[in-house]
């Protein structure tokens, strides 16, 4: 199994990393990406890559954070990323968010754009991250000429906003969230990825599944996930754990 979208360089995490991934790879998680969300982020994902087999690592610049200098945070993970080209596998998570006010739509979306050139000259695929803004996104996607392969994380629209990102060619992946008994709208989303078209993630220390509801969220809880979307796409857990494995490795050119 592979969680697709972790941040275990988190403080939250300080005291017993070493056990988490035990505890992962006990579960079966046998690889985890690390997703940058500044440029501090994303060296730390990198040096999670270095210490643990199986870690892999994204460089980029949340949506949310607030950057001083634009170009040279470009320059800085474009150095890391070129200097690690098997342990970063990816450009994220970059995307919009007006949920937060920190940033302006505006600034967002200049990052946004030079990190899909980024995404364009690193050859790699692109990691989503999108709250409050889906119509916009989508907008600002269709108007660019090579869209990077690559997929909307922590999904959190409906099933035409779902339609919408696989017709733009992208991945769906549903976090945690998914599996709670008021997120109807996330379900009916679900109903409309193509098994094929999905991936496993957990985003924690984020939006533990229901079993683990309110708990800090770790990799090894992402089979809990993999359950509920096995049960709701009518397919064995087995079976959703070898396609969408296939599907990532395959997205992220994992070794
Ligand atoms: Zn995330």
Not at 246 to 253: D, E
């Amino acid at each position: 199994m592979i969680d697709s979208h972790a941040h275990l360089y988190y403080e939250k995490f300080d005291e017993d990393r070493d056990q988490v991934v035990l505890r992962a790879r006990e579960a079966g998680v046998v690889r985890v990406i690390n997703i940058g969300t500044d440029v501090a982020t994303s060296e730390k994902s990198l040096e999670l890559a270095k210490r643990y087999m199986g870690f892999y690592a994204t460089v980029g610049l949340h949506p949310t954070t607030k950057v001083v200098d634009l170009l040279r945070d470009i320059a800085l993970l474009e150095t890391l990323a070129k200097a690690n080209p098997d342990r970063v596998v990816g450009v994220g998570e970059i995307g919009l968010d007006y949920y937060w006010k920190d940033v302006a739509p505006a600034a967002q979306k200049e990052s946004l754009a030079a990190q899909l050139d980024l995404a364009r000259r690193l050859g790699l695929p692109v990691v989503y991250h999108c709250r409050d803004a889906l119509e916009d996104l989508f907008a600002f996607l269709q108007q660019e000429r090579i869209q990077p392969p690559g997929v909307f994380h922590c999904f959190s629209g409906g099933p035409s906003d779902a339609e919408r990102a696989l017709a733009l060619g992208y991945h769906v992946s549903f976090a945690g969230n998914v599996t709670y008994p008021g997120a109807v709208n996330l379900q009916a989303a679900l109903q409309v990825v193509p098994v094929e078209k999905l991936l496993l993630e957990t985003d924690c220390p984020f939006l533990a599944p229901q079993p683990v509801r309110g708990k800090r969220n770790e990799p090894a809880h992402v089979g809990h996930t993999r359950d509920f979307i096995a049960k709701s796409k009518g397919i064995d857990p087995g079976e959703l754990e070898r396609i969408t494995e296939a599907t990532t490795v395959s997205l992220f050119g994992l070794s």
